[in-house]
């Protein structure tokens, strides 16, 4: 059905030019978190936060919007939880993507609290989500991101100096699943965090042969802490210089990885007369 229509038509379909085929997606898992930086839609959070980065912005789909950046052009939509997200990634890969990126938050589940902000990167999911069972079946719950992109960007941010941690997440249906008993129980299966997006996105993105990685900060110790209504006004402001190292991740990773191989139209080169 949907997922085995041609390339082609998907394109043809969301009248998407090969011109304007985008080289990597940006997907930035987030829905109510948005209203911590007084935006209402998440549009409109997505597009503050990349205008003076992305030139030449303008919509590809109702929830989207493509930039050109260093001679890439970038999709970047949102999402919310398994479903969401998959349909966005499976569509932009449609449409050409060849590196997924995932921003986001996830919540902490170490018996040592995580601070508020700090960067994340997941160096594999468990697919608790169950949208990615219809890509890749129940077997081999284990996902992982793309390990070249992984550990370029692992040396990247250690160049940089930027306070970050790696490790194993558990990728959720629904935050209202997060119960104490369940959480207690992945603590002690030792994942870092949980969250909603990450297992889906590593396997839509395995499915289709594209490369993938997760960049999230934290945002609230499920695991025993401060949860998302306790976070003092210090700690809101850490998440959002968070979001904004994100940004600059996030692009930095697709000037990395993020050049296509396709060859965009040009004029064809005539022979000289001889």
Do not use: C
Not at 164 to 193: C, D, Y
């Amino acid at each position: 059905m949907y997922r085995e229509l041609s390339k082609k038509n998907w394109r043809n379909w969301w009248k998407v030019s090969p011109d304007e085929q985008p080289d990597v997606l940006i997907v930035w898992g987030i829905f109510k978190s948005i209203k911590e930086e007084g935006y209402w839609l998440v549009t409109d959070f997505l597009k503050d936060k990349f205008k003076d980065q992305l030139k030449n912005l303008r919509p590809i789909s109702p929830h989207a919007f493509i930039g050109d950046y260093k001679g890439i052009k970038i999709a970047v939509t949102h999402a919310y939880g398994g479903a969401f997200s998959g349909d966005q990634v499976q569509h932009f890969i449609k449409l050409g993507a060849k590196l997924v990126i995932l921003l986001g938050h996830f919540g902490g589940l170490t018996k040592k609290k995580i601070p508020v902000g700090k960067i994340f990167i997941p160096t594999s999911a468990y697919r608790a989500d169950g949208t990615s069972y219809y890509f890749l079946g129940r077997s081999r719950r284990i996902i992982e991101p793309s390990k070249e992109v992984v550990k370029w960007l692992e040396k990247y941010l250690d160049k940089k100096g930027i306070p970050h941690i790696a490790g194993p997440i558990r990728t959720v249906s629904t935050m209202l699943g997060q119960t104490n008993q369940r959480v207690s129980k992945w603590q002690q299966e030792k994942f870092i965090g949980v969250d909603l997006e990450s297992a889906v996105v590593f396997s839509i993105a395995k499915f289709n042969k594209v490369k993938s990685i997760s960049i999230l900060h934290h945002s609230d110790h499920v695991g025993g802490g401060k949860l998302l209504n306790e976070v003092s006004p210090k700690e809101l402001e850490e998440k959002k210089k968070a979001r904004k190292i994100l940004v600059s991740l996030a692009l930095e990773t697709a000037k990395k990885f993020g050049k296509s191989k396709k060859i965009r139209s040009s004029k064809k080169k005539t022979r000289p007369r001889a």
